[in-house]
């Protein structure tokens, strides 16, 4: 454990960190995209993701919408070779079935992947639940243009056993929602839920089915990618 500033903030907070603190989503994920694209590509994106890891993620996927074809998405692959992050396209098009609303302003990002994972585990441990996978998403809330992480929590099995939402401005916990794994023995005795029960569980399956972005096969962009950004610089 160890203090240290966010990405893009005068703001401290604890975190776990790994072996290196080049990994999660940090500034460095955002300078690798503006170095290969240009300034353009942070303008418009939309959505970060990292697939589901024990570990701090070493690659994102991140989509923009393109400056050009209106109604299209562009996304490009982050990775870290254990020194440093690098971009490159990786495809174009309609590349979400649902596209989030608004433009992800990163400026607006205080609080990084490894900082919403500790909140995650925080909650965790309050609900008397735990996990071993991580899948992460970075997207503007639909009604304020916040940033938030959407955290799918899985348990080594890749089962989804929680989901939490944690903003990326304070670090705090927007919302929770753990699913218990019980016995059909055990589920058979357990009470009958109250309607306020019943209500509350919509309410944060509404939640998680907002972080459900479905991809799209997309065209090859190569060299075009590339180009695509800089003519807009």
């Not at 971009?87 to 979400?96: C, R, S, V, Y």
């Not at 909650?123 to 639909?142: I, R, T, W």
């Not at 890749?158 to 218990?180: H, I, L, M, N, R």
Request: glycine share 8%.
């Amino acid at each position: 454990m160890k203090h240290f500033r966010f990405f893009l903030a005068p703001v401290a907070a604890i975190a776990l960190l790994g072996a290196s603190d080049l990994f999660g989503f940090s500034p460095d994920v955002s300078a690798a995209l503006t170095r290969q694209f240009g300034e353009a590509q942070l303008a418009n994106v939309v959505l970060a993701r990292a697939k589901a890891s024990e570990a701090d993620p070493a690659s994102w996927s991140v989509y923009s919408r393109d400056p050009y074809r209106p109604g299209e998405i562009v996304r490009a692959i982050v990775t870290n070779n254990g020194t440093a992050w690098s971009a490159a396209p990786a495809g174009t098009g309609d590349l979400l079935k649902r596209t989030p609303t608004k433009n992800l302003d990163l400026k607006r990002v205080k609080f990084d992947s490894k900082a919403a994972r500790f909140a995650a585990t925080q909650a965790a441990g309050l609900a008397k639940s735990g996990f071993a996978k991580v899948e992460y998403q970075l997207a503007a809330n639909e009604v304020t243009g916040s940033p938030e992480w959407g955290l799918a929590l899985q348990d080594a099995a890749g089962y989804e056993v929680g989901f939490c939402v944690v903003s990326a401005e304070t670090g705090a916990v927007v919302s929770q929602d753990w699913t218990p794994k019980n016995d059909p023995a055990v589920s058979a005795s357990t009470p009958k839920p109250t309607d306020g029960e019943v209500a509350a569980k919509k309410v944060k399956q509404k939640a998680r089915k907002a972080w459900d972005w479905t991809e799209n096969a997309g065209r090859e962009t190569k060299s075009f990618f590339k180009e695509l950004f800089k003519r807009g610089n």
